[in-house]
């Protein structure tokens, strides 16, 4: 569960709606979370969310009439004053037929009324099957939500209705009520520092750059970034094996999260896609965050691609930085059901072979084979790789950060040192800056706050 008492604002008042489908039980969880938190909630369902959940269990934990029709209390005009009045309006699940309705404007129930009324930041975390969110129907009202400014979650991966598995699940509540509560929250994460002066710790350290290169420390002030679109990718993806058992890495994404902090305080608007990131890491993000939660890689792929397109109807990000540790490889057939031990295996006995397969490598398609614009491939004017390595006999840390900077085509990659205590998490790291060709051009070391704005220095400095 999320830190609740954290920094985020409390008293806000907030408009859940609830639309249908068999994950409308887990919008009472968010409304749990929302009213520990000390927020005002108005439930507005839709008349098929009241077929899963009872009118009277929404009235009973928001403390708050329970309205589907736009003229019930026609006096009090609530289909206008509650967008109106609203700080944040949160869709939670949103089903396609409701993103259909979304998209045109419609406004025969309570809930299209609010949203056509609304000023307010909106946060729409869709839950349906796989192939009717694949569908490009759904694809296209999605971009057209995004493009009117509306902030639309990346469904989760796992099972579906019946015996389906795939994307399509509606993110926790955990994760929808941080990615909420980041669109009106303007206090930085506690402990972010800023780096200041050349040969500060975590400026970044230009004496291995060319001549002609451009030093990057000193920059990344508030402003560098103004009018810019930075999608950065965090944490580590999980690749399920079964329902319950999935193939992981150890990265928390804590350098993911500070580098959202330290673009958005210099001025950027930031798409974070967050892969099983903490709540209480996501919670104290600035309101210029918009928090994409995924889980598998295909999922971070596809929020990734979708977010640098700007939904495939641009306009394209200034910049992505991968920072996430995306899963090299997934089960090719993951089970429907939880796999039980056989007696032979309770006696010690046999053993259980999972076939693994690669998955797309992210970055590397990004920067090469980039997504459409209007039917054109449109690269990012900024690509910047991360590469977790550790050295063996047979190469250095650098040495192997080169030959990863060489073949994934991005213009920067970051290269950090891992294991043994080193990388992951909250400690302090030391990261050097390539170039495409493998040339260190920088460096910088100190807490992963101060790391994270040296490297947000050097990608203001290439794109200014």
């Known amino acids: 569960m999320?830190?609740?008492?954290?920094?985020?604002?409390?008293?806000?008042?907030?408009?859940?709606?609830?639309?249908?489908?068999?994950?409308?039980?887990?919008?009472?969880?968010?409304?749990?979370?929302?009213?520990?938190?000390g927020h005002r909630v108005r439930v507005v369902p839709t008349r098929n969310a009241l077929r899963m959940v009872g009118e009277?269990?929404?009235?009973?934990?928001?403390?708050?009439?329970?309205?589907?029709?736009v003229f019930e209390d026609a006096e009090g005009v609530d289909h206008v004053r509650l967008g109106q009045e609203a700080d944040l309006v949160v869709v939670a699940p949103a089903t396609a037929d409701f993103l259909a309705r979304a998209a045109t404007g419609r406004a025969d129930d309570l809930l299209g009324a609010?949203?056509?009324?609304?000023?307010?930041?909106?946060?729409?975390?869709?839950?349906?099957h796989t192939e009717m969110w694949n569908h490009p129907a759904t694809q296209a009202n999605v971009a057209t939500l995004q493009q009117r400014g509306v902030n639309v979650l990346t469904p989760a991966s796992g099972r579906l209705t019946g015996k389906d598995s795939g994307i399509g699940r509606l993110p926790?509540?955990?994760?929808?009520?941080?990615?909420?509560?980041?669109?009106?929250?303007?206090?930085?994460?506690?402990?972010?520092?800023?780096?200041?002066?050349?040969?500060?710790?975590?400026a970044l350290v230009d004496d291995a750059a060319p001549a002609s290169s451009e030093s990057a420390a000193g920059?990344?002030?508030?402003?560098?970034?103004?009018?810019?679109?930075?999608?950065?990718?965090?944490?580590?993806?999980?690749?399920?094996?079964?329902?319950?058992?999935?193939?992981?890495?150890?990265?928390?994404?804590?350098?993911?999260?500070?580098?959202?902090?330290?673009?958005?305080?210099a001025g950027a608007r930031v798409?974070?896609?967050?892969?099983?990131?903490?709540?209480?890491?996501?919670?104290?993000?600035?309101?210029?965050v918009t928090v994409v939660p995924v889980v598998s890689a295909a999922d971070l792929r596809q929020a990734v691609r979708a977010a640098a397109s700007g939904g495939g109807a641009g306009p394209v990000a200034d910049c992505v930085i991968m920072a996430a540790a995306v899963a090299d490889f997934t089960p090719r057939e993951p089970l429907d059901a939880k796999r039980k031990r056989t007696d032979a295996?309770?006696?010690?006995?046999?053993?259980?072979?999972?076939?693994?397969?690669?998955?797309?490598?992210?970055?590397?398609?990004?920067?090469?084979?980039?997504?459409?614009?209007?039917?054109?491939?449109?690269?990012?004017?900024?690509?910047?790789?991360?590469?977790?390595?550790?050295?063996?006999?047979?190469?250095?840390?650098?040495?192997?950060?080169?030959?990863?900077?060489?073949?994934?085509?991005?213009?920067?990659?970051?290269?950090?040192?891992?294991?043994?205590?080193?990388?992951?998490?909250?400690?302090?790291?030391?990261?050097?800056?390539?170039?495409?060709a493998g040339g260190n051009v920088g460096q910088a070391s100190g807490s992963k706050a101060q790391v994270a704005a040296a490297i947000v220095e050097a990608v203001a400095a290439r794109l200014s």
């Open 2 to 37: 999320p830190d609740n008492t954290s920094s985020a604002p409390r008293g806000l008042r907030i408009v859940l709606g609830v639309t249908g489908g068999i994950a409308a039980y887990k919008s009472v969880l968010l409304l749990r979370l929302f009213m520990e938190a």
């Open 56 to 69: 009277a269990t929404f009235a009973a934990l928001s403390h708050e009439p329970v309205r589907t029709d």
């Open 114 to 128: 609010v949203l056509l009324t609304a000023a307010c930041p909106v946060l729409v975390a869709p839950a349906m």
């Open 172 to 202: 926790d509540p955990e994760a929808i009520f941080a990615a909420a509560i980041a669109l009106v929250d303007d206090a930085a994460p506690a402990g972010l520092e800023r780096a200041a002066g050349r040969g500060a710790a975590g």
């Open 219 to 265: 920059r990344g002030a508030a402003g560098d970034l103004a009018g810019r679109h930075v999608v950065i990718s965090a944490g580590g993806t999980r690749e399920a094996i079964d329902p319950v058992r999935y193939l992981a890495n150890s990265s928390t994404g804590v350098m993911g999260v500070e580098l959202a902090a330290a673009a958005a305080r």
């Open 271 to 288: 798409t974070l896609v967050a892969a099983n990131v903490g709540a209480d890491l996501l919670a104290g993000l600035p309101g210029e």
């Open 345 to 436: 295996e309770r006696a010690g006995e046999g053993g259980w072979s999972i076939e693994l397969v690669p998955t797309v490598d992210v970055l590397a398609e990004l920067s090469q084979d980039p997504p459409l614009v209007g039917g054109v491939p449109t690269r990012p004017a900024l690509v910047v790789g991360f590469a977790a390595e550790t050295g063996d006999e047979h190469g250095s840390v650098l040495e192997y950060g080169a030959r990863k900077a060489r073949s994934k085509g991005a213009d920067l990659t970051v290269v950090n040192r891992v294991g043994g205590g080193a990388g992951f998490g909250a400690v302090d790291t030391q990261v050097f800056l390539l170039d495409g």
